[in-house]
C-alpha cells in the first residue's frame, strides 16, 4: 500500500506533547486539531480530518498496532453507545468551557496565573518550568496551561482504552468525532 505524506501526521502528536512539555506556550498550536476537522465537517460534510489527518489517532495504530501495545480486544459496547458518545461530549464542552472560564478570569484579573496541568481534569501538576511569566499576558498562559491539561487528559485516556482494547478505542467516542459526525448528520439531513 502506498503511502501518502499524512500517514505520517502520527509524528505531529509526539511533536505537540514534546513541545509543550518544555514550552506551555505551543499548546496552542493544539487548536489546529479543534478548527480543522470542524472545517471538514462544515465545509466538506465528511470526517476526512478523522479519517486520515488525525495524529492522535495513527499514533494509537502505531503503538497499539504496529508496536502491539494494545490486547486488541473488542470495544465494550456502551463505548460506542450514542449516550455515552454524546454524555462524553458534553462533559468535554463543559470542561473545555470551564477552561475558558478560568482564562477569562484571569484575563479579568479576577484570578491569578496558576502555572499548573490539571490531569483528568482532578489531580493538580505543578508545571513551572515551562513558562517565564511575563513572557505574554497571563491570560494567554492560562490558556495554554488549561488547553495542554485537556490535550494531555484525552491522549492518557485514548493510551488506557488503546492497551485495555482495540489500538483506536478512543476514536469511538472522541469529542471531536461525535461533532464531526453529528454535523455531518445534520448537513446531509438538510439536503434531503
Avoid at 12 to 37: E, H, K, R, T, V
Amino acid at each position: 500500500m502506498k503511502k501518502h505524506w499524512y500517514d505520517y501526521l502520527w509524528i505531529w502528536a509526539i511533536i505537540y506533547f514534546s513541545l509543550g512539555f518544555f514550552n506551555i506556550l505551543f499548546a496552542w498550536l493544539g487548536m489546529i486539531d479543534f478548527f480543522l476537522p470542524l472545517g471538514f465537517a462544515i465545509f466538506g460534510s465528511n470526517k476526512w480530518f478523522c479519517n486520515h489527518l488525525c495524529g492522535r489517532g495513527q499514533l494509537y495504530m502505531k503503538l497499539g498496532a504496529d508496536m502491539k501495545c494494545s490486547r486488541n480486544k473488542a470495544t465494550p459496547k456502551w463505548m460506542y453507545s450514542k449516550w455515552f458518545r454524546y454524555g462524553f461530549l458534553v462533559f468535554f464542552l463543559t470542561m473545555f468551557g470551564n477552561m475558558v472560564f478560568q482564562t477569562y478570569l484571569v484575563g479579568a484579573g479576577a484570578a491569578s496565573l496558576r502555572e499548573a496541568i490539571k490531569m483528568f481534569w482532578t489531580f493538580r501538576i505543578p508545571w513551572g518550568w515551562t513558562y517565564t511569566k511575563g513572557i505574554v499576558p497571563d491570560w494567554i498562559a492560562q490558556f495554554s496551561f488549561g488547553f495542554y491539561s485537556l490535550m494531555l487528559t484525552s491522549l492518557l485516556i485514548g493510551l488506557i482504552v488503546m492497551i485495555l482494547y482495540k489500538p483506536r478505542t478512543w476514536c469511538t467516542f472522541c469529542p471531536m468525532g461525535t461533532m464531526t459526525q453529528g454535523i455531518c448528520k445534520l448537513k446531509s439531513h438538510k439536503k434531503n
